[in-house]
């Protein structure tokens, strides 16, 4: 099984999520890796210590995000872009990975945020 990021409509609205996320530019895609890195990257301690309580979330949850939460799961995603070595050091070698899976949900988050009254994102 796999995670993934997804725009989501809020509850009673009607929107095409479907046309939004085909406005995610390639490479950009909406794969956010293997189950298994729910435990392994997202749940571990420094992910947490790093200050990313959403993303370290998905540890054993999937996140949801509207409103105001769409700037803070960007943000998360931005501090993990700048700690790319520490992570490296204090998690096994997922350098590329997050580079790949940060760059999907932060073009589906900047397409989220034009619409947020009607949209937030999901990674499940």
Known sequence: MSLIVSIIKKRDIIVDTELLEAQV????????????YREKLWGNDFINELGCKMLYSLGSTNI???????????????????N????????????????F???????????????????????W
């Open 25 to 36: 530019p390639e490479p950009h895609n909406n794969l956010f890796g293997f189950e298994s």
């Open 64 to 82: 949801y995000a509207y409103d105001e939460d769409l700037d803070k799961l960007r943000s998360e995603f931005l501090i993990l872009l700048d």
């Open 84 to 99: 790319l070595d520490g992570i490296q050091l204090h998690i096994d070698d997922f350098r590329d990975f997050i580079e």
């Open 101 to 123: 899976a940060a760059g999907n949900a932060l073009e589906m988050i900047k397409i989220a945020l034009t619409e947020k009254d009607k949209v937030g994102i999901a990674i």
